[in-house]
């Protein structure tokens, strides 16, 4: 069973990394198919996914969090940790976001 939260901040962004990269905006016809998949970001490799507008489902699929879903809407950033399964789910209504990869540059 899925449960539903608004956002909350699971994981914090260590000390010192950088972002090296920034994708986007996309929005519902231009969003990666890659990112309605199952998929986790490579060892060393945090991501900043930021809401410009409207709202999307953020999946947790990793075998700790069952499925969760982290609600995200305009304004909002969340922080995602590299090696944790998830993917993005289309929600009602226009959105546009953007994505930050970030690393240590130490």
């Known amino acids: 069973m899925t449960g539903e939260t608004h956002l909350n901040q699971r994981y914090q962004l260590p000390p010192g990394f950088s972002a090296y990269r920034k994708i986007g905006p996309f929005d519902a016809g231009s969003l ?3 990112l309605l998949g ?7 490799t945090w991501a ?9 489902g953020f999946v947790w699929d990793d075998p ?7 609600v995200l809407a305009a304004g909002d950033r969340l922080h995602v940790p590299p090696l944790i399964l998830h993917h993005l789910e289309v929600r009602e209504g ?3 976001l953007e994505i930050e990869f970030l690393n240590d540059s130490c």
């Open 64 to 70: 700790e969090s069952d499925g969760a879903v982290t």
């Open 32 to 34: 990666p198919a890659g």
């Open 48 to 56: 900043n996914l930021t809401m410009l507008e409207g709202e999307i």
């Open 94 to 96: 226009t959105f546009r």
């Open 38 to 44: 199952e998929h986790r970001l490579k060892e060393g």
